[in-house]
């Protein structure tokens, strides 16, 4: 091997380890192809400083619950933006057989439709929320301890319509 | 050193062994409730709740410290299932679904192993309550159970695959997504109240 052929392999693997995403950002895969698959389809950002709101969220959480992300669209026109007929379908996709459908929830009076995801991870069990509606949409991925597994095992229809910022409490 | 003749005694005891641990051929106790699926969109609120195996032995460890007794109960009931599947429909006014979309389900439920041990149907106030179950044929093992529950306004369709202890499936009334349908604790039969429908109906 050439010294020439060296450097360029050095600089292939420091350039790989410093382009490679770290390990809680890789873990987030599905929550960001979501947002972002929402934010194509309705045209819309999702709400500022959700990085500061889902630092805050995980300080001022409901006991039980760590690790919270987060992402709120506000003021989806879905007059212009009907919903999205295959979003079910990509996010099975995007969550892959890791993550299991738990519940879904359709309200059709007011146009809600949530689906949560779940999937173990040691002690905790692992859910990514989301719910959209007429206007609104949010994407939540959080850990909950074996005292809120109980909660959601006893009653997921029930935890499910908690709205998923209510989860994270942000609000 | 063994003969050929042996080791083929061998193989079929091995194969007998296995066919023997096994549901009998053609019994599933997994329901195929997507046919539900058109109701919703005729439905004002549908509810899908599943737990795979996975989510129930998940489930099931972090309820190991339980202390409340119906909890332990659900718990020592969900450590040995294969699976809770809930679909739930809300209509906004009568007539929203047909027998015929029930019947899709109890049709499945006419295959061999199921037997309807409750049956209640109350023409007063349009309440239905079935509980379908399972048994191998062979071992008379309970392999799996279904809940239809029914009024004129909302139909609820429970699948519960794996071994249950009847004798404390009350403990899962309200939970999961089941539907409380009064079950007697003690012996997972009907309450006085429903029985008292029962017999209204005849």
């Known amino acids: ?171 | 050193m063994k003969t050929p003749t042996q080791v083929v005694r061998l193989i079929a005891t091995l194969l007998l062994a296995c066919c023997a641990s096994i549901p009998a051929f053609g019994q599933n106790p997994r329901l195929q409730i997507k046919n539900l699926d058109k109701l919703s969109k005729k439905a004002s609120e549908v509810v899908d709740v599943t737990l795979d195996e996975s989510m129930l032995k998940l489930a099931s460890r972090f309820m190991a410290d339980e202390k409340d007794e119906d909890d332990a109960e659900a718990r020592e009931i969900i450590k040995d299932l294969k699976g809770v599947y809930v679909k739930s429909f809300e209509f906004e006014k009568e007539g929203e679904y047909s027998e015929e979309d029930v019947e899709a389900i109890r049709s499945q439920l006419a295959a061999p192993g199921w037997t309807r041990v409750v049956g209640v149907r109350s023409k007063h106030d349009g309440d239905n309550a079935e509980v379908y179950l399972m048994t191998d044929s062979n071992t008379r093992n309970i392999l799996g159970m279904a809940i239809i529950a029914a009024d004129s306004e909302s139909l609820t369709v429970v699948n519960l695959v794996g071994p249950i202890d009847i004798a404390k499936l009350s403990a899962l009334e309200g939970k999961m997504g089941i539907p409380r349908m009064g079950l007697d604790k003690e012996k997972g039969k009907p309450s006085q109240k429903q029985a008292a429908s029962h017999d209204e109906k005849k």
């Open chain 1, 1 to 171: 091997m050439t010294r020439k052929n060296r450097v360029g392999l050095h600089v292939l693997a420091l350039s790989g380890l410093l382009l490679a995403p770290p390990a809680g950002r890789a873990g987030d895969r599905e929550f960001h192809a979501i947002v972002e698959r929402i934010q194509a389809h309705y045209q819309k950002r999702p709400m500022r400083f959700m990085g500061l709101v889902s630092f805050v969220a995980n300080r001022a959480r409901p006991e039980g619950v760590r690790g919270i992300k987060l992402a709120v669209f506000e003021d989806l026109d879905s007059s212009r933006h009907p919903a999205d007929p295959d979003f079910e379908a990509f996010m099975q996709e995007i969550v892959g057989p890791e993550f299991h459908p738990f519940v879904r929830v359709l309200a059709r009076r007011d146009g809600e439709q949530t689906f949560v995801y779940a999937k173990g991870s040691g002690r905790d069990l692992e859910l990514l929320i989301v719910t959209l509606d007429q206007d609104e949409a949010c994407v939540v991925k959080m850990k909950v301890d074996p005292e809120g597994v109980r909660q959601w095992v006893d009653n997921p229809p029930e935890m499910s319509r908690k709205t998923p910022v209510s989860h994270g409490g942000a609000r």
